[in-house]
């Protein structure tokens, strides 16, 4: 998951124009971050009381690969999430 965390920004970040990298880079991470959150709230809904792991590192592999398409476009921080 600290795998995904760090390169899969800068993965969406290479394939971008210059002028759009950081946008990017921000949009990856609203992403991931969302997703993670959410799967945090409903892992702990559905698990009765307790997280499970892997929720938590297939959110981050889903949050990523849902940005992954439009990451560089003119969106805002709340259609990322």
Known sequence: ??????????????????????????????????????????SRILRDGTFDTADIQNATLAGGVAIGTVSNMPISPGVAA
């Open 1 to 42: 998951t600290v795998f995904l965390w760090i390169y899969w920004p800068s993965f969406n970040g290479a394939v971008a124009d210059q002028q759009n990298q950081v946008f990017t880079t921000v949009n990856t991470f609203v992403s991931l971050c969302a997703s993670c959150v959410v799967t945090f709230f409903l």
